[in-house]
Structure formats: C-alpha cells, structure tokens
C-alpha cells in the first residue's frame, strides 16, 4: 500500500498583467515560501527532499531552464529539482508528479513552484504564443487563439445540451465576483467591479458563443504548494493539513477534430463519445481520483471544488466531465446556481481562472492552494470576508486542464 | 585509423537523405537574424523598477518529413488524406501509422480525398492572433473531408457569418495556384452549390448584432 500524500501550506503572488510587487520570478518564489513560512513556522527550507517547478512556455520569460533561477534563489543548491510542463495542465502534473514522489516512500517533503510571465510581450503575441500549443501544421494559422477552438466546442456542446449564452454568463459573474473577496485575484486588482449577466451579454464578441467576460485574464503570477508524508504533517502542522485521497490523470487528443471517431474512447465509453464536445480526458482522471478517494456520488460527497474555468463555457462542460450533471439535468443545474456560494456545490470559491487570474504554470498550484486554505479553515484570514468561505467545508476537488482538453488532472483533497 | 574507416563502410542507412538542389532564401526583409540584443529599457518615476526590451528575430524550418505528401497536395489544389490498409480509417489531418491499437502502429497508405465536406461544428471569431485582425469576422468551421473520420478546420467563406448551420454540406476551393504556399491556408470551405440559407431566427440576429461592431472595428485598423 502507497503512503499518503498531505498538504501543509501554500501562497501565491497577486496575479496581475503588468508590476505586481513582486517583480522578479525567484523574489515571487521567495515571498510565496516565506508566507507559507508564517503560515507553518515549523517548516523549515531545510525539510525539503525535493522540487518540482511548473512552468508552462519559455517562450514568455525567453529564458530556457528557468526553473535554475528560481532553485538557486531559493538556496537550494544540492535538492534534486526537475520541471514539469503539460499545457495548462502544467500546475495539475506537477501535482501529480509530487504526490507520486511521496507514495513512491522516495520522497517526504516535496515543494512546487508554478509561474507564468505572460505580460512579457503584448496580448496579442502572447495569444499567439498560446495557440503554438495548437498543432502549428494544421490549427495555428486558421484559428490563431485558443478562444475559438473553445468556442467551436462549447457552440455544439451548448446546442446538444441545450445550455444557453445567459446559462453560461452566469458562471463567468459567480467568478469574477468571488474574486472581488479576493485581494490577490487579478480582477479584484484590476477591473475590480461587480458584474450581471447582461454585462456578459453586451461584451464584445471574442468568437460566438463566447464574449470577452467568459473569458480567463493572461497573467503574470507566482505559486507554491507544500506536498508531504503524514508523518511529516503530524510534526510540523498537526491541526491544519489536508490529505490527497484522489489523484487521477488522462490525456486526450491535440486537435479537437480528432476526438470523433477515436478508437482509444469508443473502446472506453462506446461510440459517439466524446466527439468535439466532452472533455472525456476530464471524464475519465475524475472516475480515477473518485476511485482512488472512495467518492461514490460526487454531488454528495464533494463540498466544492477549485475547477479550471478558462472560459464560462469550460467551467459549464467540466461539471457535466466531472459527472455532476448528465446532458438533461445540465441546464438546470446550472440555472438553479448550485456552484455558486450559497449552493450545494460552490465552484470557484477564490475566482478561478476568470476572476484570480491564469498565469499558466502557476495556476493549477493557485487552485490547489485555495482548495487547502478552504479545508484547512483559513478562507477568513486570507481573503477579505466570510462570504467566500465554504462553511464545514470536508472534501474539495482541484481540477487542472490543458490544451483543448488535450490533458486533465482531478484531486480529491480532505480536511484532515 | 584503419577501424574507423572499415566503420564508416559499413555504416546503415535507414533511408536515403533527400536533396534539397533549389535553395531559396525565404527571410522576409526585416528578419535580420542578428541575434539576441538588449535594445533599450525603461525605469520607474521613482527609479526602483526597470524594465529591458530584448529582441530576437528568428526563422524556424518545420520539416514535414512523412507528411510531406499532404501540403505537396495543397500546392497542387490536392487534399491528400491517408488510410490503414488494415482497419479501413482514414484522415485529414494525416496520420502515417494507424490510431487503432489492434492495427499496432500500421503503416497508412495515400489516398486523395474528394473536394467535399461536412460542418461537424462552427464558430464565428471576433478577436483573433495578430496575423488574422484584419479578416474578421471569421467562420471557422471544424469539416470532415471525404471519408476522413476526423474533422478538420478552416475557414468557411462566401457566406454571412449569421447563415453558418451545423452539418451543412461543404465544397474545398483552394487559392489561385500562383498565391499557393503548401499551408493549409492555400484552401479554405464554401457552401456546395445548390445551398441556400434558412430563414432569419432569433439566434441568426443574435450572431448579427454581435458581428456588426466587428465589421465596424476592422475598418477603423491601419
């Protein structure tokens, strides 16, 4: 039997486009540690046995390796360190390859590190930057960003459940109005507002059915997560730690095209799945951490979860992947705002993408890390009220996701 | 000494190099390849922060290898697809060993596909990278081509973006040969022939009120 894997800190650097404070990578790292430090006095830089760095495209800093800067800051000279990279998924495989190294018994204190500097270059370039994730032969030149690879998705998927524009604005205000909770949240720093439905529906069109404010903000963003063996939680962070129950990974094709059809689904889940529409990569990493952490009905038996909203329209197919709702409850589910905070399952609780920022390789650490802060009870010290606390909150789900569902990772993390 | 040219006798090959006898040097003017340069900075009213300006320009050579075939296919007003001998499947975008585990990674053979297509699904974009601002807005539709078993996307042309229908029957025009350049670019979908748009719906006029500022937008660009 695998030992068991353990959280026992986080932080993450305000996220933001543009200066943050914290101007330089390695000095964001640092901070993220030191607050972790304050947070768990008991953690030493010396506990740590290994480091793992997520980080997305070097393309954004141009520097190659850049994970030596940030390691040689830090002091660790000597520590084994490798970088995991895996799209926007990158945060979630990091993850996956920390809790790994702790079950394997090689490893009792492993760091992560994730970052993005996606302000490095103008929007627009840093858009195209994105879409060299695409297949470049056949996708980069004829849809160029990744919003309208989503929107061609999310268009037929919308249609078969018939989930409509309205149905899906309201999950893109549930976020970026939590993220006003939430002083490091980009949108918090920057639009700061308050947001409707009919604002969603009158902002310009990014491609149909998606509008600017269904969509996740380019980031510039630093996070660190502090994954370890029980015993080494039980001796430094006794009453605050939360243990990894669940861990499950799954890939799935680079172009979206070729999910009809494809022989690796049809022999799991039969013919017809998932077609252009279903995140059956989402789908099939869910039933493994759900099996993995006992999880019967994830309705039930999960409080709330910290999901990869990218866009309005992702958030809405990843609860339908996530086994929430089936093609005929979906509408409703929606409607009847269960994902928001006063719902039975809030989504997002920090802001997710659309409200705290996406910073790439920083930012499936960013969920992890507010996963933990909601189950280790520490919501009210650091965001700025109760409101987005979930109360007795028990079991969460982290959720990271990349490429057009190309990869996805899920967590079931507990309250210990 | 003597070794190393027994060596070099008996060396294998796996494949006979191609020859590349034309070289033609495709650096656009202003790609001066000079490399790395710090080009200038910025520093804050307070002088705490700065910021440096690196830049590079650089050409890459994307080798298509055993794919070759498809974008020597565009250039010719060909869309070239593949097929497992084995199973049966074939595809656009080309795959050269099969994705049915059971076939065990078999070679595909070459087929040329039919100038037709089938919207799988479709968006209209109203944003886009840099290089495509000026076309928008853009209908890009995921098709199946011929027998492909996969959906592939382009441009759809020729109609108004509101008009656009799932499963609507497709046509492959492809550019002027002398404009072609072996990019997937060379071709783009329009509607057959013989189809006619349905009537305005509610959705339709949806689609049009949010084109119609992007129309306006793009003539406002340089």
Redesign the interface.
């Known amino acids: 039997m695998s030992r068991k894997v353990c959280i026992i800190g986080g932080a993450t650097t305000p996220f933001d486009y543009g200066?943050t404070g914290f101007?330089s990578i390695e000095g964001g790292a640092a901070e993220c540690v030191r607050e972790t430090q304050q947070d768990v006095p008991e953690f030493s830089l010396r506990d740590l046995d290994l480091m793992i760095y997520s980080h997305f495209s070097v393309h954004f800093g141009?520097q190659l390796a850049p994970e030596w800067v940030i390691h040689d800051h830090l002091g660790l000279v000597g520590l084994p360190h490798y970088r995991v990279e895996n799209g926007g998924n990158t945060g979630g495989s990091a993850l996956y390859a920390a809790a790994l190294a702790i079950m394997s018994g090689h490893h009792d204190v492993v760091g992560i590190v994730g970052w993005e500097t996606m302000d490095s270059v103008?929007q627009?370039?840093g858009?195209?930057f994105i879409?060299m994730a695409s297949?470049?032969?056949?996708?980069l030149?004829?849809?160029?960003?990744y919003?309208?690879?989503y929107?061609?998705?999310a268009?037929?998927w919308m249609?078969d459940n018939k989930v409509t524009?309205e149905d899906v604005a309201r999950i893109a205000v549930k976020n970026k109005n939590n993220a006003m909770d939430n002083p490091k949240a980009q949108w918090y720093r920057n639009d700061h507002r308050y947001i409707t439905v009919d604002d969603v529906m009158k902002s310009?069109?990014?491609?149909?059915?998606?509008?600017?404010l269904d969509c996740c903000l380019m980031s510039r963003g630093v996070a660190f997560l502090l994954v370890c063996s029980e015993e080494y939680a039980k001796k430094v962070n006794p009453d605050n730690y939360v243990t990894v129950d669940g861990i499950g990974l799954s890939s799935c094709t680079i172009?979206?095209?070729?999910?009809?059809?494809?022989?690796?689904w049809s022999?799991r889940y039969g013919p017809g799945y998932p077609g252009?529409?279903e995140f059956a990569a989402c789908r099939n990493s869910a039933e493994q951490a759900y099996k993995m952490a006992a999880i019967k009905d994830p309705l039930k038996d999960i409080d709330f979860g910290e999901i990869h909203d990218a866009f309005s329209t992702s958030e809405a197919q990843i609860y339908k992947a996530l086994g929430l709702a089936d093609e005929n409850t979906i509408a409703k589910f929606i409607r009847d705002e269960r994902t928001s905070m006063q719902g039975d399952i809030p989504m997002n609780p920090g802001g997710g993408l659309l409200g705290y920022g996406h910073p790439v390789g920083a930012t499936g650490i960013m969920s992890a890390v507010e996963c933990y802060y909601q189950l280790a009870g520490m919501i009210p010290k650091k965001h700025l009220s109760k409101k987005t606390e979930v109360p007795d909150a028990e079991c969460g789900i982290v959720n990271s996701h990349a490429g057009t569902g190309t990869s996805i990772s899920n967590f079931i993390f507990r309250r210990h | 000494m003597m070794k190393g040219v027994l060596m070099a006798k008996n060396k294998e090959k796996f494949a006979d190099p191609p020859n590349f006898t034309e070289k033609r040097d495709y650096r656009p003017k202003d790609v001066k390849e000079t490399g790395l340069s710090y080009v200038g900075h910025e520093i804050s009213e307070d002088r705490t922060v700065m910021n440096q300006f690196l830049h590079y320009d650089q050409l890459y050579t994307i080798r298509h290898g055993w794919n070759s075939k498809f974008f020597i296919g565009l250039l010719e007003g060909k869309i070239m697809g593949t097929r497992c001998p084995k199973c049966g499947d074939s595809w656009v975008p080309v795959r050269t060993h099969c994705w049915n585990l059971n076939c065990n990674l078999q070679k595909t053979e070459w087929i040329e596909m039919p100038l037709t297509a089938k919207v799988h699904t479709w968006t209209i974009a109203g944003w886009s990278g840099r290089s495509s601002l000026k076309r928008l807005p853009i209908i890009l539709v995921y098709a199946q081509i011929g027998t492909s078993k996969v959906a592939m996307a382009n441009e759809l042309h020729g109609i108004n973006p509101w008009d656009v229908e799932f499963g609507m029957p497709l046509k492959i025009v492809f550019k002027p040969k002398e404009q072609r350049v072996g990019v997937v670019t060379d071709f783009h979908f329009e509607p057959v022939d013989f189809w006619k748009p349905s009537p305005m719906t509610e959705e339709k006029q949806r689609i049009k009120d949010l084109v119609t500022p992007v129309y306006e937008w793009v003539k406002t660009l340089k």
């Open positions: 200066a101007e141009h103008s627009s370039q858009s195209e879409a297949d470049i032969r056949y996708e030149m004829v849809g160029g960003i919003p309208i690879y929107a061609a998705m268009n037929k249609k524009e310009r069109l990014i491609s149909y059915p998606i509008k600017k172009r979206a095209g070729d999910r009809l059809n494809n022989p690796g022999e252009m529409t």
